[in-house]
């Protein structure tokens, strides 16, 4: 089936905060919005508890959360992108009330901000308590849906990316209800992070990383894809994907300690508001070391809690813990890609007529490690400036596409036990090459696995690649920081030869 949107339309793909923000910043220009699933479900964006980093507090300036930022990037950050995305983070959250977002307030009016990791003011715009996610989707939502120009497709996901000469031509789809093609000469990227590629994970379990591999399989250029920030506090229990104990309640004063009550992390530099890096590996090491960790929020804010994280509060309370008198229980799971595919100032790919948004994109503002509530201002900041490229680039004339078969629906399943292992916490050289091994027949294949495996892939190649410890970057065999930090590029092509490789080198197998 061909779905007939006006000539030239473009196509977004992904229906969280990027993708929706992308489309209504183009509107009244027609554009078609493909979701997996319902928009606003099954998105990264809905679970967003913090907020949005923007420096509107009477103590801040742009100046401020730029060192910030750079800090926590460990190096690796684009200064002069992240300057002027943090400039723009104020105007974002005007952007967002304009579309009927509700922050919270104080009595006298002005936003509530709260703090977070790393942080050195008060900066993080907050809806609903720590429930901005869902408060950011209810309206963006219902903002898309009364939009005219926008045409929305849920239940379909993009399986292929269609290239002639350098450059793209279409969209190959697929849901329930069969399969859909679409003749574009433009398409913007949305569809988020790669968390689950992870057995421990906070990110929803369908965000594999499809659009690094549907970009990926078009020849795309990636970068910094060993970047793989991991949230320190994920509720520990049996569910996925795994709750999230928002850093706002560390902000708040809750302190990590083990089964002994010792405050194990006290003499990290900024403690438990250290940079996420330094308290993963801080909560991950005392965990590989027999212990249990829990997060105690009983003497900052004991009877309080609920009022103030009524989410997270109802999270705890379905696991049975009271944080009011119980210290909950955590442990470390995959959060936020900082890597993605490379674009440049306004989005633009190495693909011609192909644009990235959102968690997806390298922009190169997060560097080495995220700091906390800097990607969803990303993504609204993004999102401005790709609808403006877009909308000002020509569309093509042709109304059809010749219709390949559209490839199986992928499972990241066998893939998750290869790569969270090798692409964890801390990584080293050997279960990196095991890892690759592996996975280079299952990238080259055409089964379910093969577009999780060629994803795993590239980024598990960029690991092996880093010999140094940066960031989110962890490497038990190269502790030490490279002098000169350089972010890595990549490609699948590249990927794959540099893992047939590897298997040529006796070394490899037998070290
Ligand atoms: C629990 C949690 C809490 C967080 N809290 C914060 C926070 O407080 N502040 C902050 O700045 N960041 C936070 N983050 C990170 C932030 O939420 C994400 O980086 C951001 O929401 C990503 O938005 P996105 O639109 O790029 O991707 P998503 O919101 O994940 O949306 C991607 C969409 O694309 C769809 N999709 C994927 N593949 C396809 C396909 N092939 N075809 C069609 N559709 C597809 C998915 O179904 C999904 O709907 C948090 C993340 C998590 C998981």
Redesign the pocket.
Known sequence: MSLSAPSGCPVI???????LMTALEMAPEPVVL????PLGC????A??????AASIGGDDSPALHLADTLAAGDGLCDEAVARRIIAAAPAAIERLEHFGVAFDRARDGAPQLGLEAAHSRRRIVHAAGAA??SELMRALVAAVRRTASITIVEG???RRLLVEDGAITGVL?AGASGELSFATGRVVL????V?GLFHDT???L??FG??LA?VARVGAELADLEFVQFHPTALDGAQRPMR?I?EAVRGEGAVLIDETGRRFLADLPGAELGTRDAVARGVHRHLTRGHRVFLDARACLGAGFAGRFPAISGYCRDAGIDPALDPIPVRPAA??HMGGITVDADGRSSVAGLWAC???ASTGLHGANRL??????E?VVMAGWVAKSVTASPGMGRKTIAMPSVPMRPDPVLVRSIASPALGVTRDGESLREAALTLLPLAGGASPASDPAAVALMMVVAALRREESRGAHSRADFPLRATVARRSKITLVEALETAAALDATPLARSA
């Open positions: 793909i992904g229906g969280g905060l990027a993708g493909l979701s997996a699933a099954k998105a990264s964006s679970l967003a508890q913090g907020g949005l901005t996610g379909f996901e993009a789809a949305a569809t988020g992070g968390g906070t990110n929803p369908g965000c499809q659009g549907l999230l928002s959060h936020y959102g968690e997806v906390a509530s800097n990607s969803l201002t993504a």
